[in-house]
């Protein structure tokens, strides 16, 4: 299974970023798709997730109404398009694929997912 991240780079505050992330190896949609992020000296945090029909998303209360997440099951992607950047999303962010979630809340613990990209650089300047 691999999972290739992709999209990051250098914005403004403000400014907008729309990361991709393409699978293969895998039934694509059969897994729940997450977004995660670390910033150096924190643990990995949820992003956003989405189900393996599209049909329910899951968003961290700190992107909520800033950041979308989306997925195209004909091409093997989901996406994380990101609005309204605030510095305190500069971050790694990861996507992850997990078969299915244990938690009540959603598909947001990390130890839930079992495949994981390499990660994609966002930095938000002030």
């Known amino acids: 299974v691999q999972l290739q991240a992709s999209g990051g780079g250098l914005v403004q505050a403000g400014g907008s970023l729309r990361l991709s992330c393409a699978a293969s190896g895998l039934t694509f949609s059969s897994y729940i798709m997450g977004w995660f992020r670390q910033a150096p000296g924190k643990e990995r945090e949820f992003v956003a997730a989405?189900?393996?029909?599209?049909?329910?998303?899951y968003y961290a209360d700190s992107v909520k109404g800033r950041f979308t997440i989306s997925r195209d099951n004909a091409k093997n992607t989901v996406y994380l398009q990101m609005n309204s950047l605030i510095p305190e999303d500069t971050a790694v962010y990861y996507c992850?694929?997990?078969?299915?979630?244990?938690?009540?809340?959603?598909?947001?613990?990390?130890?839930?997912?079992?495949?994981w990209g390499q990660g994609t650089q966002v930095t938000v300047s002030s």
């Open positions: 992850a694929a997990a078969p299915y979630y244990r938690d009540s809340r959603g598909p947001l613990n990390v130890n839930d997912y079992m495949y």
């Open positions: 989405v189900s393996g029909s599209g049909g329910s998303t």
